[in-house]
């Protein structure tokens, strides 16, 4: 192929294209067109789009040539009565603006210093475990992220508007369920779903402006290197004139949803592969209980098995299935000609299932992460599959890649593997929830709770009554 030659387009219907296909499995949809070639052409209600799922074509749209690239109307059209001109949606110079003034929220002093909220709230969900209780890994994994956000970044005023967010994530849950074929549709479409969507986003913005009000009121920062937490680095930026009002609220909005439910599925997957692998489960809880107490952000670079346990998981569920670019001008990907102004789909659930640079891609396998070295065991190479170095790097993005790649991963890769360890000191978990079915919407949800049984360490475990009721 030389750059001019349209990808492979295998099809779908006239008017709807592949919605179809799409509402009734979107993640089984991206990994079998991405069976069909690196960039492979498909339709949502006419709107061209093509899935892109060589790696090296990602790295290009992501890296190398990046400035070639927006993110384009789909996620504005989707997402901007929810995320506004906020730094995920932001574009140009606005976003370069931004990105700049709240990027020393995320310096690595400032992720370390939220580190004791992340083990103190982790050690507080092990603590409401009772011994051999069956829990939802996701709702106490939602519940976790939340207050960890909250605490850590925003300030523990937005606690008080526990509910309009809990009502706002579920209405923007069914508003982007890709099961239903309207969710491909604009949000300014009034439908039932949009109607209920708006009103609580409505509620929200509004509940976010008071939090913003009240700190501004109260000696408001202006150095938003020297704030405590985001909302002073955001509330600070604005008083530099860095950000506007509106710009302000968008992005206390965005970091509230950007942050909080992709962090409370990574972990949910992470208990849940742990649950269903006991013995790699009993070698993270030996590295883990070798600690001297609690783990600290420091303790984890000495956490191969820990990290490994989390990178995995990443890989096998990535909570953010696939995101969206848009070429500003016709580009030549993986030696095929993509126009200008269509939707390029990058999913890294296609990616990271893709038998070519992962051995047996649907085993939560932890061991490919790790390597023998002298006197120990080390994070970073993947045996037997190919090695780090050997498979590309955009063969794993579940942060996504270049200059926007998510600024809070730090945060969360941290918030990771700080609450597993706390947790599995303190308990030894068992799978109840065997057969994961997900669904796709914004994210990668699970279909229903993800139970796992938790017994605490504390107990003399081999007395355990093995015939205990499992209290469903
Ligand atoms: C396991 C947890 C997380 C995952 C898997 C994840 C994934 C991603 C991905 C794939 C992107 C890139 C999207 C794109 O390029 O279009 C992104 C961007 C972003 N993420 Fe995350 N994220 C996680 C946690 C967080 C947390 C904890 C925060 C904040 C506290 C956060 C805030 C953001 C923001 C603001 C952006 C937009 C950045 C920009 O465009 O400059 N994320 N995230």
New binding site residues.
Partial sequence: MDGTTRPPDPGGLPVLGNVRELASDALGFYERRSGHGGVVRYDVFGTESYLVSDPEAIRRV?VADHDRFV?GEM?REQLGGLLGD?????EGEA?RE??AA?RSA?FRERVAAYGDSMVERARATAESWEDGAVVDAHAASTEYAFVV?AES?LGTDIERERETVREAAEAITERFDMRRPTSFLPEWLPTPTNRRYRRRLDALREAIRGVVADRRAVDPPTDPAAADD?LGTLVAAAELGALDDDELVD?AV??LF???E??A??LTYALYCLADTPDFQARVHAEAAALDGDPTPADLRECPLLTAAVDEA?RSY???HS???EPTEPVSLDGYRVPAGVVLT?S?WAVHRDGRWWDDPETYRPERWLRDVEGGIAHGDDRPGPAIGERPEYAY?????????????R???Q??RLAVATLLRRVRLEPVTTDLSLRASANTRPDGPVRVRAFSRDEPLDDRDPFTKVDE
Avoid at 86 to 90: D, I, P, Q, S, Y
């Fill in positions: 992501l993110k996620p906020g730094l995920f949606l932001a976003w931004q990105r709240i995320f956000l970044l985001l992005n965005t970091f950007a942050g909080h992709t962090s599925l990574g990443l990535p909570p953010v995101f969206f670019r990058l890294p993005f579940p942060f996504g890649g270049g200059p926007r790649h998510c600024i809070g991963m945060f969360a890769r918030e990771l």
